[in-house]
């Protein structure tokens, strides 16, 4: 009886720890009183590491945490999910943010503090990742996306734009969200332009351009219930975007297991919670 192998990708970003609130932020000199807090780790590292770990792949999550018992509780936390995590320790407090979501389920987050990012000169076993099928990276340091290039798949966020173009090196796909000031990335402008490029459109869907060909279109899939939280959404379709791709799928294919991720992370609070994806 033959078995299929479970595709191995590295995540290479952030954590934060998160508290979770129903209700809008106070305009200026106003209060809000919220109810109905939960708490988790988040951040857009943790989000796509737990998203990964829940569709089946074996997951390596490379971070920077502080050194309080917010800190060690988030590891314990990310490592209940499945993924195994590589930490390098911080003397700070654990990063925190607050995630508020209205009626309409868009999040709005207020980061508490610094966040530290996994560096080239930690021991992370960085050369490890020449054993990974993908790596998706959420970080800042150049050096360590140079380290990344060593897998055979290297999916970069727009989010980490700089990094990529200070690194100059070619990612295999490109992944943000074209509703995101903090992802105005023009993959023509980077000193070596990307192999393909993915940005989603919120509810209207996306486009996609692979190898210069022309652009694409995918229409958004309903979530199967109602929306609730849109906070991880986009993490976790480049998390989805990124085992496809480890499977060894097509781009449009990755897209839609990435689309399918994006739609069952809305329908619940949080980035980890949500409904588990059939590949």
Request: aromatic content about 6%; hydrophobic content about 40%; proline content about 6%.
């Amino acid at each position: 009886m033959s078995t299929v192998r479970r595709p191995r990708v590295a995540v290479v970003g952030h954590a934060e720890w998160v508290t979770h609130v129903r209700g809008d932020f106070p305009a200026p000199g106003n209060i809000a009183i919220y109810e109905d807090g939960i708490e988790e780790p988040g951040g857009g590292g943790a989000v796509a590491a737990a998203q990964v770990a829940r569709l089946g792949a074996e997951c390596l999550f490379i971070t920077a945490l502080g050194d309080d018992d917010t800190a060690r509780r988030t590891r314990e936390v990310l490592v209940a999910t499945g993924m195994q995590v590589r930490v390098a320790v911080r003397p700070a407090p654990q990063t925190r943010s607050v995630s508020a979501v209205g009626d309409l389920g868009d999040r709005s987050i207020t980061v508490l503090g610094g966040v530290p990012q996994p560096q080239i000169n930690d021991d992370l076993g960085w050369s490890d990742l020449v054993d990974y099928d993908a790596v998706y990276f959420v970080g800042e340091d150049p050096e360590t996306l140079v380290a990344c290039r060593r897998a055979p798949l290297l999916v970069v966020t727009a989010r980490s734009g700089a990094a990529l173009g200070e690194a100059s090196v070619r990612a295999d796909v490109l992944v943000g969200s074209s509703h995101d000031d903090r992802e105005e990335v023009e993959a023509t402008s980077l000193p070596v332009t990307p192999a393909a490029e993915v940005w989603t459109e919120g509810r209207t869907g996306g486009w996609w351009r692979e190898n210069d060909t022309p652009i694409q279109h995918w229409n958004a899939l309903s979530p199967t219930a109602p929306p609730v939280d849109s906070y991880g959404c986009g993490d976790s379709f480049a998390a989805g975007l990124t085992v496809g791709l480890a499977r060894g799928w097509d781009l449009a294919r990755a897209i839609h297991l990435g689309a399918l991720c994006g739609a069952a992370c809305v329908t619940g609070r949080g980035g980890l919670g949500t409904q588990r994806v059939e590949p």
